[in-house]
């Protein structure tokens, strides 16, 4: 297969870089190239290739330090001089070597998914990708992220988020629940999903740091009337206080996962629930409501300028009483929270895409 564009993907665990790959082929209509790490879970996906140098969890020190050193210039080597699409980047090394290639005036697109405005992300990491921002064609999921790195000195393109249409299975009938045998079982301590069926199930998804909302839960809890489980996923555990207060409200803690689970296994949970909640205190533009969108799970989130583009109002809330409030309503009487279909996501990225490789060529 001969190749015209290079994405460069470290992420073990999000399909983002598979889904923009597809979107890629459909906006250039040209073969797509995607690195990334050695053990990730990929589908088929028509046109797209897999190069698979960045190191596996699975190999050896050696090996890890090898694959890490040489994944960067494989990027660049594969690309040549034609585009290339960096999805992250690992750290400071990864971020130089991209910010060589781009000084080199060779097409390098870098997509800032937390600009350092609105989540800075620490350490070296940060320092790295603000570095490449400098040079490199820097693209944002919305204008307002654009409006927010105007002092960039080079440009900031916005194309907007994919949906999950590949790593879902596109045109697959998905439904808000889904046969007891179908659910994981992963092994941990305490109830598994095949353990609770009889209640409203309500998804937390992702990692419970700070600014997806944990301590927001326990005064949604307490306004929505209980009689609800709470399907955490991810590994991540809710911490031991917020837990208890779950409980005093009625909220049973389902907890399926003892590591990360896989694509399928992540989807099919969060098939199964009514509902997912989005209790974010900081937010760019979520991953996680943009995956339960494409699987037709209506989400209930604190109020945002970025997820009042994706959200109804009649699904966001002011604060997490409020949350609780709209969550006990919801179960009782369901309606719609989103303004678009997925697939109409799916065609602004693909437009958004062929404008910028156009301009950035």
């Known amino acids: ?71 960067p210039f494989r990027a660049w080597r594969s690309s040549g001089r034609r585009p290339l699409v960096i999805v992250w980047t690992r750290d400071v090394f990864d971020a130089f070597v991209f910010y060589i290639r781009a000084a080199f005036g060779y097409p390098t697109f870098f ?21 490449l921002a400098r040079r490199a064609i820097v693209c944002v999921h919305s204008e307002e992220l654009a409006l927010k790195l105007s002092h960039t000195p080079r440009r900031v393109i916005v194309t907007p988020h994919p949906s999950y249409y590949v790593t879902t299975g596109a045109g697959r009938q998905t439904t808000q629940s889904t046969p007891a045998n179908s659910h994981p079982q992963s092994p941990i301590a305490g109830t598994s999903l095949n353990q609770a069926l009889s209640r409203p199930r309500v998804a937390i998804l992702g990692s419970l740091r700070p600014d997806k909302g944990i301590a927001n839960l326990p005064s949604v809890s307490a306004s929505s009337n209980g009689g609800w489980d709470c399907i955490v996923l991810g590994p991540d555990r809710i911490p031991e206080l917020c837990a208890e207060e779950l409980q005093r409200a009625d909220v049973t803690i389902v907890q399926p996962f003892s590591a990360p689970p896989t694509d399928h296994e992540l989807q099919d949970a969060l098939s199964s629930c009514a509902v997912m909640l989005a209790p974010y205190t900081s937010v760019t533009e979520s991953g996680s409501v943009i995956l339960a969108h494409t699987l037709g799970v209506p989400t209930l989130a604190l109020r945002s300028s970025a997820l009042e583009r994706t959200i109804r109002s009649s699904a966001l809330a002011d604060d997490p009483s409020h949350l609780g409030i709209l969550l006990g309503r919801f179960l009782q009487h369901p309606w719609s929270t989103y303004y678009f279909t997925p697939s109409d996501r799916q065609s602004l990225a693909v437009h958004a895409w062929r404008r910028a490789l156009a301009t950035g060529r």
């Open 1 to 71: 297969m001969s190749h015209t564009l290079t994405i460069y993907d470290p992420n073990h665990l999000n399909p983002y870089g598979i889904e923009l790959a597809a979107t890629l082929v459909d906006a250039a209509a040209e073969n797509v190239s995607l690195v990334l790490p050695a053990d990730r879970t990929t589908v088929p996906v028509q046109r797209v290739s897999y190069v698979r140098v960045l190191a596996g969890s699975r190999d050896g020190l050696v090996t890890k330090l090898v694959r890490r050193l040489l994944a």
């Open 111 to 131: 997509i800032y998914h937390n600009p350092p405005n609105i989540r800075r992300r620490p350490g070296f990491g940060g320092a790295g990708e603000r570095m």
